[in-house]
Antibody, heavy 117, light 107 residues
Framework: EVQLVESGGGLVQPGGSLRLSCVVS????????MSWVRQAPGKGLEWVAN????????YYVDSVKGRFTISRDNAKNSLYLQMNSLRVEDTAVYYC??????????WGQGTLVTVSS | DIQMTQSPSTLSASLGDRVTITCRAS??????LAWYQQKPGKAPKLLIY???NLEAGVPSRFSGSGSGTEFTLTISSLQPDDFATYYC?????????FGQGTKVEIK
């Protein structure tokens, strides 16, 4: 069974940092592009970033460029999102997702990040 | 950036109704479009990819069509499990933007 489990969310002050993790099982992680997608409370979905299998290609939405870094460790079946200089508007549930030729075919349950003083 | 616009934002329908949701792209995306279903407190679920291909395990009452800038998601006969919010997303270029969502409610 394919599983993606996010962790690392929590409450952080504006300007602070958090590192999200996504551990996967049930498929060969190193074969897939992976994405992070977020959803602010009561709002729609926003694509955040994705990366290819070996980390040589990474893409970000403009609002997080220079602040967030997507990475992966194929040996640990893990995807990460390092979030620095957090803003109140970064408050959201963050989902990791397995990509398939551009779309996201499997999703984790999400982890909540709250940026507040 | 390519903007995705869904209509309507909210749709009230009855069990058994045929339901159609529209998604428009601000420029041509060929068939690089996916549809997702999301229920409250849950992760999105892929329904349709490349505009018209049904994801494995998704009921056949769901179908997608369109190309270029205009796309539709159709539920042929609305079932109790279908009351949810639906999102389109393009994957033609970066950033991979979503539509704002269409909430399907019970009439």
């Amino acid at each position: 069974e394919v599983q993606l489990v996010e962790s690392g969310g929590g409450l952080v002050q504006p300007g602070g940092s958090l590192r999200l993790s996504c551990v996967v099982s049930g498929f060969t992680f190193s074969n897939y592009w992976m994405s992070w997608v977020r959803q602010a409370p009561g709002k729609g979905l926003e694509w955040v970033a994705n990366m290819n299998q070996d980390g040589s290609e990474k893409y970000y939405v403009d609002s997080v460029k220079g602040r967030f870094t997507i990475s992966r460790d194929n040996a640990k079946n893990s995807l990460y999102l390092q979030m620095n200089s957090l803003r109140v508007e970064d408050t959201a549930v963050y989902y990791c997702a397995r990509d398939a030729s551009g779309w996201s075919s499997k999703w984790g349950q999400g982890t909540l990040v709250t940026v507040s003083s | 950036d390519i903007q995705m616009t869904q209509s309507p934002s909210t749709l009230s329908a009855s069990l058994g109704d045929r339901v159609t949701i529209t998604c428009r792209a601000s420029q041509s995306i060929n068939t690089a479009l996916a549809w997702y279903q999301q229920k409250p407190g849950k992760a999105p679920k892929l329904l349709i990819y490349t505009a018209s291909n049904l994801e494995a395990g998704v009921p056949s009452r769901f179908s997608g069509s369109g190309s270029g800038t205009e796309f539709t998601l159709t539920i042929s006969s609305l079932q109790p499990d279908d009351f949810a919010t639906y999102y389109c997303q393009h994957h033609r270029s970066y950033p991979r933007t979503f539509g704002q969502g269409t909430k399907v409610e019970i009439k």
